[in-house]
């Protein structure tokens, strides 16, 4: 359909719309004419990603001088699925074009993801992982290696053909207007013998539509190289950001331990004996980057050279934060460590430092400027060197001749420790701990420099990008994104769904078939009784419940726990008796294979049931829409572990710059997790499923209140205190009425016509209007 709002002509793919669509576009557009940034929750399953797609590329289409929409997703099926999306909504553009002059107006998008994922050279591909992918890339691509091959063609120096034929097409080595996947991309680069991951890397600058991970905006050691050049016009779009803050923080956080100092010693090592060699045989290349220093080298001086060199690595990117303040970037870098042979004994006097560090015998805790306040003390070394030191290690390794490869991974982590200690005095600590916290017994120190504060990370996007969305299913409580996250969005909407039959049943579970409350209380967890209560429930609903079951727990540790003890107490075999049982394991390829599996038993009718873990690969990142997922039981609250000191800080950095009270931000989390795991079994308004959330602690209004709007909508109070016997009884009942013929041609009282779109539109639509139009469509 095509229809006005507010004003602007938006091409929708499909005859209908939600209202809940409706109204985000309008909150969408709001934040577009503001220019400025937006918070946004739409419920799961109610088409939010062609919702935005459709919305922003018509605005471009409208208002030529909106810059690119940077699409930022976790995981490259999710990225898959926006473009596939994308691809629909341009051919349905295509189609209403036809007719007139010129047909529809032409967008170049694609995907950008690592060399592992586009590489199509018959030897690099077949590398095992993403780093070995990177390393073999770059020994091919290097512009020395490249400038050697030139001039030694005798040598049978070896390089990338298909790097090669791109670089030789020139101004043509470019794709035409169209959407591009991930699959396309190489389809393209075989057809024409070039290199995708270059070749995307190339358009991304004439891009209309650019989707990519989270890291590529969030990570300054990857966006100064691949968003460098980016205008402010963009529009930049996080989706499923629920989880953005933790992905700030990891962005800059950085740990040492003891192996990691050993590698870099090696490092070091290497670079010492490689600087002699260099000034045996060719000295004046040392020289001329000792010039180059001197004569007052910019820390983004480097970087630029190093974009165009073409050597760079997704994940080893040299370091240009551009958070840094504008007196530190127009800084040349200090004289102490111009010199390869000064450099690298500062990166020897460095190491030395942190080993002295490691040698505890219990928890230190230090801020920036504490650390730095030693190091000066111990080995006399200041805080502006620190700060270049990413900086001056990337133009030492360019004139050594050396790539960036996993050998180097140690002495790259040890700059990147520097150089963030070194530019933040607040908003980081600094944790030595002598042992893992949760294997006392074991000596492991480590040193762990973690950011506090995810505004860090985030603030260059909210201050470069005019508009900036962060949306998900699950934000609530939505108010508190903007005290985490420190920036002032001009729109903060909570949508809710518009159903035409209650396909939604979330229940509380608070007591097993003995009447004894249920719970992971940490004093509570390992009872017998709790545990027993907790099997025994899962036996019945999956005696009850058709398909697939999936059930999440608070941890991979209690999940082990309670799958034993099931299995001492023969409910594991009863388990099985009724369904195959798969399990998630930390190991990627396991869990891909066990839900395969799960998925061949929910299609031939067998059913099954999926162990999970809040937090995990499953919980983030797969859908279990239809039969694969009929029921979701929450085991518990998934609190993060209380006991780290990491958190600790954390928790008390919030409380002192925020002003979050430490309970507030444990159950903001751990309810957000709890919702994000029960919405996985809801994809679309035809679908339905039972989400049991077995804890006592969430029929309180602390817990219950934080859950999203469009679950607890569908909350009743009968459901809030329920023992087996009354799931039980509910679970029959919803299956029961679920199993209905479902007449489809329903779901027309809960959509809107392109007619009634339009005639919103011109009565000025507001919430409530949107609302009226459903109630009237309904009736």
Request: with cysteine; net charge positive; glycine share 8%.
């Given at each position: 359909m095509r229809f006005q709002l507010e004003g602007l002509t938006v091409y929708f793919p499909y005859q209908f719309i939600y209202p809940e669509q409706y109204q985000y576009m309008l909150e969408l557009k709001h934040a577009l004419d503001a220019k400025g940034h937006c918070l946004l929750e739409m419920p799961t399953g109610t088409g939010k990603t062609i919702t935005l797609l459709s919305l922003i590329t018509s605005y471009q289409l409208a208002h030529p001088e909106t810059g690119k929409l940077i699409y930022c997703t976790r995981t490259v099926p999710e990225m898959e699925k926006v473009l596939a999306e994308l691809k629909e909504l341009m051919e349905?553009?295509?189609?209403?074009?036809?007719?007139?002059?010129?047909?529809?107006?032409?967008?170049?998008?694609?995907?950008?993801?690592?060399?592992?994922?586009l590489c199509i050279h018959p030897m690099v591909s077949e590398e095992g992982t993403r780093e070995s992918v990177d390393a073999r890339c770059m020994k091919l691509t290097a512009p020395w290696v490249r400038e050697r091959a030139g001039k030694e063609p005798d040598h049978d120096i070896e390089?990338?053909?298909?790097?090669?034929?791109?670089?030789?097409?020139?101004?043509?080595?470019?794709?035409?207007a169209g959407v591009y996947t991930l699959h396309d991309l190489r389809v393209?680069?075989?057809?024409?013998?070039?290199?995708?991951?270059?070749?995307?890397?190339r358009m991304i600058a004439y891009a209309n539509v650019v989707v990519y991970n989270y890291q590529y905006m969030l990570d300054?050691?990857?966006?100064?190289?691949?968003?460098?050049?980016?205008?402010?016009?963009?529009?930049?779009?996080?989706?499923?950001?629920?989880?953005?803050?933790?992905?700030?923080?990891?962005?800059?956080?950085?740990?040492?331990?003891s192996q990691t100092l050993d590698a870099a010693t090696r490092n070091i090592g290497s670079l010492k004996r490689e600087i002699e060699r260099v000034k045996r045989t060719d000295e004046g290349r040392l020289r001329q980057e000792y010039q180059r220093l001197v004569q007052g080298l910019q820390a983004q001086g480097v970087l630029q050279e190093d974009a165009r060199g073409g050597g760079d690595g997704d994940a080893q990117q040299w370091l240009a934060n551009p958070a840094l303040p504008e007196d530190i970037v127009r800084e040349a870098v200090p004289g102490n460590i111009r010199r390869a042979e000064h450099f690298v004994a500062f990166l020897q006097r460095f190491v030395a430092y942190l080993r002295t560090r490691l040698a505890v015998d219990q928890v230190v805790s230090d801020t920036p400027t504490s650390f730095l306040a030693s190091l000066q003390q111990a080995v006399a070394i200041e805080g502006k060197t620190l700060r270049f030191c990413y900086d001056r290690l990337a133009s030492l390794m360019k004139t050594l001749e050396i790539t960036a490869s996993d050998d180097f991974h140690g002495v790259h982590l040890v700059a990147d420790f520097a150089t963030l200690v070194g530019t933040y005095s607040r908003g980081f600590a600094i944790i030595t701990e002598p042992y893992d916290d949760r294997l006392p017994s074991v000596p492991d120190p480590i040193i762990q420099l973690s950011c506090l504060d995810a505004s860090l990370a985030v603030r260059p996007v909210f201050a470069k990008y005019q508009t900036v969305v962060i949306t998900s299913g699950t934000l609530s409580p939505i108010d508190l994104y903007p005290r985490i996250l420190?920036?002032?969005?001009?729109?903060?909407?909570?949508?809710?769904?518009?159903?035409?039959?209650?396909?939604l049943c979330p229940v509380v579970l608070t007591r097993g078939g003995d009447q004894l409350p249920v719970s992971t209380k940490f004093d509570m967890r390992s009872d017998p009784q709790v545990i027993r209560n907790y099997g025994r429930m899962l036996v019945d609903l999956a005696a009850t419940v058709p398909d697939g079951v999936v059930a999440f727990f608070v941890s991979y540790s209690y999940m082990d726990q309670i799958v034993?003890?099931?299995n001492d107490m023969g409910i594991l075999q009863e388990l099985m008796a009724h369904k195959l049982v798969f399990i998630e394991t930390q190991d990627v390829v396991e869990t891909?294979?066990?839900?395969?599996?799960?998925?061949?038993?929910?299609?031939?009718?067998?059913?099954?049931?999926?162990f999970s873990v809040a937090r995990g690969k499953v919980a983030e990142g797969i859908d279990f829409d239809r039969h694969y997922g009929r029921c979701v039981v929450m085991f518990g609250v998934p609190y993060q572990y209380t006991l780290s000191r990491i958190l600790r800080a954390r928790l008390e950095y919030l409380r002192e710059t925020f002003q979050i009270k430490e309970n507030d931000y444990l159950a903001f989390d751990a309810v957000r997790q709890a919702a994000q795991c029960v919405g996985r079994v809801i994809r679309s308004k035809a679908d339905y499923g039972l989400m049991v959330l077995a804890d006592k602690r969430y029929q309180r209004h602390d817990k219950r209140d934080k859950l999203p709007a469009w679950i607890t909508q569908h909350l009743k109070d009968s459901h809030l205190n329920l023992s087996t016997d009354m799931l039980l009884c509910i679970a029959r009942d919803f299956m029961r009425s679920m199993a209905q013929p479902y007449d489809r041609a329903a779901v027309g009282r809960s959509l809107l016509s392109e007619a009634a779109v339009n005639a919103l539109d011109t009565a000025a639509p507001s919430a409530e209007a949107v609302g009226l139009a459903d109630m009237q469509t309904d009736g």
């Open positions: 349905y553009r295509q189609r209403y074009f036809q007719d007139t002059a010129g047909g529809a107006p032409k967008i170049l998008a694609l995907g950008l993801s690592s060399r592992k994922n390089t990338c053909a298909l790097y090669e034929g791109l670089e030789g097409a020139g101004p043509e080595g470019r794709l035409d393209w680069g075989r057809k024409h013998q070039w290199c995708p991951y270059f070749l995307a890397r300054p050691k990857v966006s100064q190289m691949v968003s460098r050049e980016f205008e402010r016009e963009c529009v930049v779009v996080f989706d499923e950001a629920h989880n953005i803050d933790n992905v700030c923080i990891e962005a800059l956080s950085v740990n040492i331990r420190n920036f002032s969005p001009v729109c903060i909407a909570s949508l809710n769904m518009t159903l035409t039959r209650d396909c034993s003890r099931w891909t294979l066990a839900l395969d599996n799960f998925r061949r038993a929910c299609d031939c009718g067998r059913g099954a049931v999926f």
